[in-house]
């Protein structure tokens, strides 16, 4: 069966449609799966390097100004993935009328979480800052 039959003349002519917005997300789930390999990689060997250290190495990692950007980027690339994703999840598993509340309170909580990891790790890397 034809899809076009279904959509009016003018959304066929503007080329609207599902895949717009879809095709966008999609791709934004890409980018930021792409992005989070190396990040991940990257935090994964220095908690890994830094396993055996001290508390004072371990705080003076994080605070070199290095660090605290990539530590930035991993936290906002990773709370950002895991909302594309879940925002999937809930839109195809949930038929009720809580999918926009529970779809408001994933964003809530991805947005939280990204931003105390956020607020955690400046507040460390301005602390070893101000004390050199």
Known sequence: MDGHRFRSSLSRAM?????KAGFEHWWTERI??????????????SLIAYSGS???AFIGWIGSPITAVLMVLLLTTLFWHAALGLQVVIEDYVHSGAKIWMLLAMRFVCFALAVAGIMATLRVAVSVWTAI
Do not use: R
Not at 15 to 19: H, I, N, P
Not at 32 to 45: E, Q, R, Y
């Open 54 to 56: 001290s508390y004072e």
């Open 15 to 19: 080329g609207l449609g599902s895949a």
């Open 32 to 45: 930021t799966a792409v992005a989070l390999i190396p990040l991940s990689i990257w935090f994964i060997a």
